[in-house]
Nanobody, 124 residues
Framework: QVQLVESGGGLVQAGGSLKLSCGAS????????MAWFRQAPGKEREFVAS????????YYADSVKGRFTVSRDDAKNQVYLQLSSLEPEDTAAYYC????WGGGSYRFLDYDLWGRGTQVTVTS
C-alpha cells in the first residue's frame, strides 16, 4: 500500500525551528521527486519546497528561501523539511507530496501522492 506519512509538526514561537519528516512506503522512493506544500485556513494549498529524484535540484517558494531547507534520505525513504526563523505567517498544515520522475513542479495538481499533513502553528 502506497503511503506518505508526515510528522514533526507542533507549536513554536516566532523565530523558532522545527523539522518535519515524511516517510514513504509502497513506492520506489528514489524515483520520485518529493515536495512540501502547505495550506492555511481559508487559503489555497501552496508550494513550499521540492527536491528532485536522485538528489536532484531543490526549489523553494520565495517566502521561505533562506529559512527552510528540504533534504532527503533515500536509504530511509524519508524527506525532511527544516523550518527555521519561523513566522506566524508560516502557520499551516504542511503536506508531503510525491511525483514519479517529477521535475520539481510548484503545481499541486502535478503530484500523484499525498500525505495527510502535519500542523505547524507559530505564535508571535
Amino acid at each position: 500500500q502506497v503511503q506518505l506519512v508526515e510528522s514533526g509538526g507542533g507549536l513554536v514561537q516566532a523565530g523558532g525551528s522545527l523539522k518535519l519528516s515524511c516517510g514513504a512506503s509502497g513506492v520506489t522512493f528514489d524515483k520520485y521527486t518529493m515536495a512540501w506544500f502547505r495550506q492555511a485556513p481559508g487559503k489555497e494549498r501552496e508550494f513550499v519546497a521540492s527536491i528532485g529524484w536522485g538528489s536532484g535540484p531543490t526549489y523553494y517558494a520565495d517566502s521561505v528561501k533562506g529559512r527552510f531547507t528540504v533534504s532527503r534520505d533515500d536509504a530511509k525513504n524519508q524527506v525532511y523539511l527544516q523550518l527555521s526563523s519561523l513566522e506566524p505567517e508560516d502557520t499551516a498544515a504542511y503536506y508531503c507530496a510525491a511525483e514519479r520522475w517529477g521535475g520539481g513542479s510548484y503545481r499541486f495538481l502535478d503530484y500523484d501522492l499525498w500525505g495527510r499533513g502535519t500542523q505547524v502553528t507559530v505564535t508571535s
